[in-house]
């Protein structure tokens, strides 16, 4: 299992950590990886 983390992306040309965390998510699912939990935003 391989848990990612993605903190403090957020910059003057928008994609705020929460979209980019979004993105890879659809990325990686995308590429075959599997999900085994709900993904969590914790803040």
Excluded: N
Excluded at 1 to 15: A, H, K, P
Excluded at 24 to 41: D, I, N, P, T, V
């Amino acid at each position: 299992m391989l848990r990612i983390g993605v903190d403090d992306t957020d910059s003057v040309s928008g994609m705020c950590t929460t979209y980019v965390a979004a993105v890879a998510e659809r990325r990686l699912l995308a590429l075959g990886c599997e999900k085994h939990e709900l993904s969590r935003l914790i803040r």
